[in-house]
């Protein structure tokens, strides 16, 4: 059952549907600031020239659908200026959106994005593990698609989970080369006489890495070209509302059922790790007004080679240095800076304890009482 939200004043959104019609208007008909992030795959408008066989005479099952059909460049910039206005007005002040093409469309998209005023973040490349071949041996083998991130303006305070994307690099900051396969064997959606349902379906790991790292669960998700529903599929799955616009119908029958089919991890599996600086702020000063640490007593450095003593006011005192654990920490040591909470410890029961234990325990007590 679609759940829809109940913002007083605002338009319900049609939550966790497939809507039919064309992208522009219907997303015209939507609540502005509305969508956390849209992912958005465009028609590439691939300009092909007559068939494409295989060194064996096959033909290759290239996109020639009429939707990817535009009768010039000035029609093709037309429609894309059109459909980014549209999305633009949708996003939140804080939110973003990503496109993906091909290098017959990514360029003109691009451009277009920016006269929008959207603010581009990254471009990602997709590179593909096992591409098709080109054929015809003219040109070299086209292994990647080139993914735009961008928000909303300049100042947006977009969703980045950048230790999540880490993680899921093996610990490894995440580069903007992704290697991924493209959509093959049993994920490839077939229709009732055995061929694939859309020439140009995106495999569900790409969608999930950019799920994971730029939205949170519960956000909004708009695919404006939905296709075969792979954001929607992958959306449910992570905990995230999804709405999919598709003005075909083929389209939209496979895309349901695939929804439908779909099963969303339970709660505790889509937490996913988080950068310190998104946790809550925690004064060093709050774990001597809660007692955790008295004034007075000793700290002394992780390191072995430097004490001072707490103050009442949350400060630390060494020698002529006096400050904050941070300023003392770096006036210690000679050092520009210094993070005091991995730099300073105590002693109980005649063990080392770092500090940033007491500020975890207090981070945990602030959390259980917003849950």
């Known amino acids: 059952m679609a759940k829809k939200n109940t913002t007083k004043g605002q338009p319900k959104l049609p939550l966790n549907q497939i809507l039919s019609g064309d992208c522009v208007e219907v997303m015209n008909s939507l609540p502005a600031e509305s969508i956390d992030l849209i992912f958005a795959d465009p028609p590439y408008n691939l300009q092909l020239k007559g068939e494409l066989h295989r060194p064996d005479n096959s033909k290759v099952d290239a996109v020639d659908d009429d939707w990817d059909q535009f009768a010039s460049f000035q029609v093709y910039d037309k429609f894309t200026r059109a459909w980014l206005k549209a999305a633009k007005r949708l996003l939140k ?74 993680a899921l690099n093996d610990g490894i900051q995440m580069r903007s080369d992704w290697v991924l396969p493209i959509c093959n064997g049993h994920e490839r959606l077939k229709d009732e006489n055995g061929v694939k349902a859309h020439p140009t379906q995106k495999p569900e790991a790409l969608l999930h890495r950019v799920l ?89 450095s992780l390191n072995g080679r430097h004490k001072a003593k707490v103050r009442a006011d949350g400060t630390l005192i060494a020698h002529d240095a006096k400050g904050s654990i941070h300023q003392v920490g770096a006036a210690l040591e000679g050092a520009p800076s210094c993070n005091g909470w991995t730099f300073w410890g105590f002693k109980r029961d005649g063990k080392m304890i770092p500090i940033d234990i007491l500020r975890q325990q207090i981070r945990a007590e602030m959390q259980s009482k917003t849950n």
């Open 212 to 300: 994971v790292g730029s939205t949170n669960p519960g956000d909004v998700v708009l695919d404006p070209f939905f296709g075969t529903g792979t954001t929607g599929a992958v959306a449910k799955k992570l905990g995230r509302d999804f709405i999919g616009i598709e003005r075909e119908e083929a389209y939209r029958k496979v895309a349901q059922k695939r929804i439908d089919n779909a099963r969303r991890f339970d709660k505790a599996s889509l937490e996913v790790s988080t950068s310190k600086r998104a946790e809550p702020r925690v004064p060093f000063g709050q774990l001597v007004e809660r007692g955790l640490l008295n004034p007075g007593e000793v700290l002394v």
């Open 93 to 166: 002040p804080d939110g973003a959106i990503w496109v993906i093409g091909s290098y017959h469309n990514i360029f003109r998209v691009g451009a277009a994005l920016q006269d929008t005023g959207l603010w581009i973040l990254n471009d990602v490349i997709w590179r593909k593990s096992n591409p098709m071949p080109n054929f015809r041996g003219m040109r070299l083998t086209n292994a990647h698609e080139t993914m735009i991130w961008a928000a909303k303006s300049e100042k947006s305070k977009y969703t980045f989970n950048y230790e999540a994307l880490k």
